[in-house]
């Protein structure tokens, strides 16, 4: 093993990047400190109670800028950039610290597929954190009155638990993204390998420094930080402004890698309407992160220099306006939600064909009514703010243009119905997860108009049915497809096999936990449970909804739990999987698995369509010439995705 | 043609015949990952000797044999095939054809069963050629008669669920009569929104119903059967469909935007002379000022069927207007003139209801609560006179003052040490102060102490807490001679 060579924990990327990380925020901080010490003013102060934590606020928030770079240096994400300042030549593609094993993902790799797994990792740990926040203020909600926590601390774990969940959420999409456009669209890899593999590792900073803000005072103004209130929240508040601020760096530069991908290294004959759908998702995904996210980070940004400059862009006070922050924010964070849903609709796309053994019923449409959700969800950040102040005739043409969304998410589930209509349907567990998120999606979809018809949100504004709903439409449109995506690309990642049992025990655990959760939470928010409150009013009627919420919360996490477990135990001893265990026709699947580092060996051209289940012929093709002579250990692949045995089984 | 059902779950045994080693061990790897259970390599054979061999030792169901493999003898093993009596299939494969393969099927029929399998075997597509010497008429027939069965099948598959989509959609509409699923209406604008609420709930209910019965019924009907690995019809879509359901979503969205907007125009409709209350949010409480009568409460007072405009405005961060019952909600936002917002109520029902904070504030946002108590008129006029001061009783009025001016948050009126002294202390008559001397307590010494009340400090409470100025919150006047007169009277009604 050429592991044992470079031993020692020193040689693994994250190791040296978490150690350069407390350096440069030391750095940082000892930084400002100076300077504060040279005008004159305090550099250390230790009062945690009254929201004094060390050094200067400044110094803190300077300390973890400098350390985020820190890491990033000590991680080796910048080496070839800084080689390339200095003149020197470094590999076209660059090789790993480690060909294998665990250290691989541990540091910095620049093949998509390791940057993937570091992803999707990643995420099913912010996921479970997030997850334990919510089961710690689901207990303290099971009944009325504070049993567990003190309001403050109910304030910052509930932030926590959105925002963190959010973080999860764009990682599981990085994902998705990384691993799978390549493949689909026969690339060897990214088009920007460096700045792939730096989108990833921004995130580790970004996450350390967003939990951080619980030992600084935690926040209490919920994700969504809305100024005065944010203006005034403890040093945790920063900390926050600050993960998210990287946080929506990656977003950025990951989603500028896909566009690039996606655009110019198609195989060829792969026009755009012969991509595999995730794709079309996946692009427009991009497309929204690339553009909306800058304004999150500035809204942040700004209310930061009110905190750290006394600056007063939404403080009435010094001539600012509260209500263009929450332009600013839901400017991105409305199109957000597309972000997070929408490869997840990708997957379902994908998926549904393959189990029932049909073409995608009007490709063009589902591809198209991506882009459709993408343009409109620029239009409708107001929806968010009918009872916040603004203009009051802003609110008609927002209701408006917010339930334009309804028809290109029409499409979607119409087609996905007319997709399985007359099928051959089977049920393995990706199958089922993709049928649990059709219904859960159309659930959360169904429970959105009620908010834009504006009338009706002034009921529902800020109250458990908008927890409901978007819960509805992350599960949805996220947690079970992303599942779905797991247990049905794990062969090709691992190249074993996940126990179908435990896979559909999980989705029948998860599946009735859902329901009874959403539901629950919408029925409360309609007698008058408000969001984001720590104790609530027995007079309200709802304390057998909140005893469900709070028991299916923790069935909901159960049910994660043996998937992780079914997932690690069956990377390690699961049976040993064939290359195409779905009989998919998608061209990543004519690989062997797992999959080897640089995928294809020889370039494919595309000559059908992606779907075409029911009819001969074939949708990629290799050169009969060059495949059999330099490919003969893998005569069983042949040269099309039907393979002929495929005639002969019973 | 799955004859295999009907026998008992036993392993087909398969062996596969090639001199190329690759052939053999990618079709093995390719068997078990089809995962169909019961399938079992019994052999791999290289050449015809070994095959005859193994043929009979082995006793295969199956065997694969490699076409291209010039190594084994086709005609020799086929002529065995033919001379063979038991039940035994051949498949020839081939690498260089990728798209078929050549199947021999040995197998004894029953008297019986020779009927079945020829009535199966004519309507196959794969007989279509031998249906061709049946005569031309037939073959037409056939096809037609397929056709029309299939067109029929689909249409009952149609019919069928569309029949169950209404069934559903009736029981979900039927079902939520019995949940509670609104608070109380108590207000006039709570009307119009419950009814589009209704409504909504009901093209829920019906849309939820549409794709989950379509769903639930493909998964039931549409199932695949055990063994089938062959695609179902290929079906790429359809431009009129896609077309209808982009255009009949479009068709419901912009009615109920148009509903939306007029229900919205109900709940803002301003009618004749309604009451003024300005409402002020500050963390964590509710004040409720009447400009028009000079009352400030704690309480949200109004009167029933009368419409009230809140002039909404916050002193700290941003708060959230909100009766459930009422329905509609308004946030109140800091920054003085230019940032009050309005929100329009006509309170139909006589109660007590709370207004709760709907936009999270801080620490104690969620007990930012207020009784709000409808009244009819004449209970509302009366709290007005009394609230604002206009009572004949001085003792009544001076009670008014005391919470009007925040005294009561600072001095108790049973004893108890808040932040000043308690009044109850006043009824011994003297007042120990903090020099150590004894004063009597009469009304120059409670005049003084409240317009001037760092004069005398009395002992154990600290100087400079009380304010040196007392301004009416409602009148932005300062506190006049008649108000503090009314106060004392209060003080002293105490000690009766």
């Known amino acids: 093993m050429k592991d044992t060579q470079k031993a020692g924990v020193f040689s693994i990327g994250l190791v040296r990047g978490l150690i350069a990380m407390l350096i440069g925020f030391l750095t940082g901080a000892a930084f400002v400190s100076l300077i504060r010490l040279i005008l004159g003013l305090s550099v250390w102060t230790w009062n945690p109670s009254g929201n004094q934590f060390g050094f200067a606020e400044s110094a803190w928030v300077v300390g973890a800028i400098f350390g985020a770079i820190a890491f990033m240096l000590g991680v080796g994400v910048l080496s070839d950039w800084l080689k390339w300042m200095n003149g020197q030549q470094t590999a076209e593609h660059p090789a790993d610290a480690f060909a294998s094993g665990w250290k691989r993902y541990l540091s910095v790799s620049f093949d998509h597929k390791a940057i993937g797994v570091q992803y999707g990792v990643t995420s099913i740990v912010v996921i479970g954190l997030a997850g334990i926040f919510a089961l710690i203020f689901r207990t303290e909600l099971a009944q009325p009155g504070m049993q567990l926590l003190t309001l403050e601390r109910y304030n910052t774990i509930m932030s926590l638990h959105g925002i963190v969940m959010i973080v999860g959420i764009l990682l599981g999409v990085g994902a998705m993204s990384n691993y799978l456009v390549p493949l689909m669209i026969g690339a060897n890899d990214m088009a920007f390998p460096r700045l792939n593999a730096f989108a990833y590792w921004i995130n580790v900073p970004a996450a350390v420094i967003l939990l951080s803000s619980y030992f600084l005072g935690g926040f209490d103004t919920g994700w969504t930080g809305y100024p005065p209130l944010s203006a005034k929240a403890p040093l945790g508040m920063d900390m926050f402004f600050l993960g998210v601020y990287f946080a929506g760096l990656s977003s950025i530069l990951g989603s500028l890698n896909v566009i690039a991908t996606t655009i110019r290294l198609r195989a060829k004959g792969m026009h755009y309407f012969r991509m595999p759908i995730f794709v079309w998702t996946a692009l427009a995904t991009a497309v929204i992160g690339l553009t909306a996210t800058q304004l999150i980070g500035l809204s942040f940004q700004m209310v930061l220099f009110e905190r750290v400059f006394g600056m007063g862009f939404f403080a009435p006070d010094k001539g600012g306006n509260p209500i263009l922050f929450q332009h600013l924010f839901w400017f991105y964070s409305h199109p957000a939600v597309y972000v997070f849903v929408l490869t997840g609709l990708g997957v379902i796309s994908e998926l549904l064909p393959v189990f029932a053994r049909k073409p995608l019923f009007g490709y063009r449409w589902v591809a198209l009514s991506s882009f459709g959700i993408a343009l409109v969800g620029f239009l409708v950040w107001a929806h968010h703010m009918f009872t916040s102040g603004m203009s009051p005739y802003l609110r008609i043409p927002f209701m408006y243009s917010t339930l334009l969304v309804a028809v290109p998410t029409g499409v979607k589930f119409f087609s996905w119905v007319a997709t399985i209509w007359e099928g051959k349907l089977s049920f393995e567990t990706p199958m089922l997860f993709v049928l649990g998120a059709i219904s859960i999606f159309l659930l959360g979809g169904l429970s959105g108009p009620p908010n834009a018809t504006v009338a009706t949100d002034l009921h529902l504004q800020d109250t458990y049915w908008i927890v409901g709903h978007f819960h509805a439409t992350m599960f949805g449109g996220f947690v079970f497809p992303f599942f779905a995506a797991i247990y049905y690309w794990f062969p090709k990642i691992t190249g074993r096999m996940y126990n179908e049992k435990l896979g559909k025990l999980h989705f029948f655990l998860m599946l009735p936990g859902f329901y009874i959760q959403s539901l629950s939470q919408m029925q409360a928010g309609l007698l008058g449970m408000r969001r984001r409150i720590g104790d609530y009013d027995p007079a309200l009627g709802i304390n057998l909804q909140q005893l469900l919420i709070t028991i299916a919360a923790f069935v909901i996490f159960f049910s994660v739990v043996i998937a992780v477990v079914n997932l690690i135990y069956s990377a390690r001893r699961g049976p040993i999987a064939a290359s195409n265990p779905w009989r998919s026709r998608s061209p990543e699947f004519m690989l062997p698995s797992p999959i080897p580092q640089h995928n294809y060996e020889h370039a494919f051209e595309v000559v059908g369509e992606p779907y075409d289940y029911g009819i001969a012929g074939a949708y990629v093709s290799i050169d009969p010439d060059r495949y059999i002579a330099k490919e003969e250990e893998q005569p069983a692949a042949g040269g099309a995705v039907t393979s002929p045995t495929g005639a002969t089984t019973d | ?496």
């Open chain 2, 1 to 496: 043609m799955s004859t295999a059902q009907s026998e008992p779950v036993k392993n087909r045994r398969v062996l596969i015949a090639s001199s190329h080693p690759l052939f053999g061990q990618g079709l093995r790897s390719l068997l078990q990952e089809r995962q169909t259970a019961g399938v079992e390599v019994v052999g791999m054979v290289s050449n015809l000797e070994e095959a005859l061999q193994a043929l009979d030792q082995l006793d295969p169901d199956l065997i694969i044999v490699d076409y291209d493999d010039k190594k084994l003898n086709r005609d020799e093993f086929l002529a065995r095939f033919v001379e063979g009596e038991k039940k035994l299939r051949v498949v020839l494969l081939s690498l260089q054809s990728a798209q078929e393969a050549i199947v021999y099927d040995r197998r004894t029929l029953a008297a019986a069963q020779i009927d079945d399998w020829l009535e199966e075997w004519t309507f196959t597509e794969d007989s279509s050629r031998l249906a061709a010497q049946r005569g031309k008429f037939e073959t037409i027939m056939d096809h037609r008669r397929t056709f029309m069965k299939n067109r029929l099948q689909k249409a009952t598959h149609l019919l069928i669920a569309g029949f169950l989509v209404v069934i559903v959609t009736a029981l979900l509409i039927f079902g939520m009569d019995y949940i509670r699923l609104l608070p109380t209406a108590a207000s006039a604008q709570a009307e119009p929104i419950d009814q589009l609420f209704h409504l909504e709930f009901k093209v829920i209910a019906f849309l939820f119903s549409l794709i989950v019965v379509f769903m639930l019924y493909s998964i039931i009907v549409f199932r695949r059967k055990r063994g089938d690995t062959t695609d179902a019809e290929h079906i790429e879509g359809s431009t009129n469909l896609e077309v209808a359901w982009t255009v009949a979503p479009l068709a419901t969205v912009l009615v109920f935007a148009y509903l939306g907007g007029s229900a919205l125009a109900a709940t803002v409709a301003p009618a004749p002379k309604p009451l003024r209350v300005e409402v002020i949010g500050k963390q964590w409480n509710w004040s409720f000022v009447y400009p028009d009568y000079g009352v400030i409460s704690d309480k949200l007072y109004l009167p029933v069927d009368k419409q009230a405009v809140l002039l909404l405005r916050s002193d700290d961060v941003i708060h959230s207007f909100w009766v459930p019952e009422f329905r509609v909600k308004q946030d109140a936002l800091p920054g003085g003139q230019d940032f009050v917002r309005e929100l329009r109520v006509t309170p139909t029902q006589l109660g007590e209801f709370k207004v709760r904070c709907a936009e999270l504030c801080g620490a104690q946002h969620t007990y930012m609560e207020s009784p709000v108590l409808v009244v009819a008129q004449t209970d509302f006029d009366a709290w007005l006179t009394k609230e604002a001061g206009l009572s004949d009783d001085p003792v009544e009025r001076g009670q008014k003052w005391s919470t009007t001016f925040g005294c009561a948050s600072c001095h108790s009126i049973d004893g108890t040490k808040i932040v000043g002294p308690s009044w109850k202390d006043l009824c011994e008559g003297q007042a120990t102060l903090a020099d150590g001397s004894v004063i009597p307590v009469d009304e120059n010494y409670l005049r003084e102490s409240i317009l001037n009340p760092n004069a005398k400090i009395v002992q154990g409470f600290a100087a400079g807490i009380m304010p040196q100025q007392f301004i009416d919150p409602v009148s932005k006047k300062p506190i006049t001679d008649q108000q503090i007169s009314d106060i004392i009277a209060y003080m002293n009604s105490i000690c009766r």
